[in-house]
């Protein structure tokens, strides 16, 4: 599946905007006929999540599904093309129906979809497009929860959150990306696998393109260094190598592009550009190596999230939030806790920040996971390394967050979760974030050393040792020390932070106050930074996001080093001190 592009073969309508949407309730519209229309219940955005455009606490805190319809045209003009229709994504799961005709289901939250719908089109005349969005979990499917009707009841310890979810970020539903219609010519390109990597100063690109149709004789690969043509092949698959290639680093983040033609008697019929950087990834026994030299990840964990859209993707707030990270002097963030919008990949590769990229596994449970949550979580992999492979500023796979791997059964599950994922791209280190195997602690990790390095998620000074820094900063030292000894893996602390309330100050470090958190932050990465095998430090979180209402949250999760609003805390300018320093 490729990003939409328009160019001289290819068009794309684009269809966010304004739509209709009618909740259901009581789970009866497709029994009773909405998907070829239905009476609208009001006005809504796309894409935005539903729970942050109305006013009521009735549709802030809906979980069910919601029925969206919209109308579009397709000119008579365009009747011998092909039309795809393709969604972005939706949280979590979609029934699509598109001029009274079901075109399937879908449930890969977070990544994108599409029908070829050519067959169906009224060109002409109105065209009527029906979403039904559910954001219900159940323990089968990742994210896991509790709040479909017979998933059953949720543990004890979240029964006091509203509403009653696993994950400490909001179960926003939704159509929250672009909606586009694709029209395309009879014979184009479906796909291209392009896989990157750079050895000993030679370029590698292994790529295998995927056609619809066969109105054409040829497909004509041409690998262009801006507008000059450096590489030329034939046919649909093959392997690229470029000697001397100017490298993609953070310092310099060189792009090149990928030209797939699909050519008939030598006319072109189709024509696609896809973006590419040359660069490698390896581990040692206390490095991350990006083309052979040792890097530290200096970043965030962060959302997709603002109030007003929730998840929705908005390009302003898109390209804010990347200024802020290039203020703050980040190279690198993760996308916690679920792969994000494509244009987050692209601005990533053109702006020089490497990416872990993470599926929607978040504080999995896999005692219960049986064949459906596994079958769900490989899905979910392969989307998500399909989608994102030929990105350079994706130097990581993540398999989960937080798991639960004090448990025995953990160990063989993520086992055969790490071999699946290498077995879709061994060129990149794939990774679990772990927050099990604390010192002196009864819950030990069953998957420590199992993956390609350690990433691990420690609120010292916050959650464990409130308030003392002192004697926090020193059981992290001892608790880094103990797990790189017993590992043999470098280490990326992937979280550790401290809420906060912008403008609470103190003139000691007091909990909640910004002195404190900047404290933390600073005193933390002081900490990784010392250790030889410290290979990185992601504060928890970019900014403020919201979560289920619950008393330790003050209207959503606070460890930002930015409000929601995106106004710097006092901890985003020790960040900047400390990283503008250190080269970013």
Known sequence: MLFPQTNGYRYTVQLDGLWEYRRDSEGRGAEAGWGGGFAPEGVIAVPASWNEQFASNEMRAYIGTLFYQNEFYVPAEFRERAVRLRVGAVSFSASVCFNGEKLGDWDVAYLPFEFDVTGLVRYGEPNRLVIAVNNE????????????????????????????????????????????????PPTHVLSIKAVPGLSEGTGTLDYAVEVAGDGYDEASILLLDGDDVVLEARGPAGALQLARAQPWSPEHPHLYTLRVELLDGGRTVDRYDLETGFRSVEVSETEVLLNGEPVFLRGFGRHE?????????????????????????????????????????????????????????????????????????????????????????????????????????????????????????????????????????????????????????????????????????????????????????????????????????????????????????????????????????????????????????????????FTRERAPKMAAHVLRRLWKQAGG
């Open 137 to 184: 979990q159940t323990m089968e499917m990742i994210n896991q929860g509790r709040t479909h009707p017979e998933a059953g009841m949720p543990p004890e310890g979240v029964r006091w959150r509203v509403p009653a979810i696993y994950q400490d970020f909001y179960p926003y539903g939704g159509i929250h990306r672009p909606v586009r219609v694709e029209i395309l």
């Open 305 to 561: 999230d603002f109030h007003l859209f929730g998840k929705g993707l908005n390009h302003s707030l898109l390209v804010k939030d990347f200024e802020l990270m290039k203020w703050v002097g980040a190279n690198s963030f993760r996308t916690s806790h679920y792969p994000y919008a494509e244009e987050w990949m692209q601005l990533a590769d053109r702006l020089g920040f490497m990416v872990i990229d993470e599926v929607p596994a978040c504080t999995l449970d896999v005692r219960e996971h049986g064949e459906a949550l596994k079958l769900a979580h490989k899905r979910s992999l392969a989307q998500m390394v399909a989608r994102d492979r030929h990105h350079p500023s994706v130097i990581m796979w993540s398999v989960s967050n937080e798991p639960l791997t004090q448990y025995p059964e953990a160990g063989p599950y993520f086992q055969e979760m790490y071999e699946y994922t290498r077995s879709l791209d061994d060129t990149r280190p794939v990774i679990l974030v772990d927050c099990h195997g604390a010192l002196g602690s009864d819950e030990a990790s069953h998957v420590q050393g199992m993956f390609d390095l350690e990433c691990i998620n420690r609120y010292h000074g916050w959650y464990s040792y409130p308030g003392q820094l002192d004697q926090a900063m020193e059981v992290l030292s001892r608790e880094l020390d103990e797990w790189h000894e017993r590992t043999g893996r470098p280490i990326i602390l992937t979280e550790f932070g401290a809420d906060c309330v912008a403008g609470l100050h103190s003139t000691w470090d007091e909990q909640f106050t910004e002195e404190f958190q900047a404290e933390l932050i600073r005193r933390t990465i002081e900490v990784v930074e010392s250790k030889p095998f410290g290979a990185g430090a992601h504060v928890w979180n970019f900014a403020d996001f919201a979560t289920a209402q619950e008393v330790r949250r003050v209207v959503g999760n606070r460890k930002g080093v």
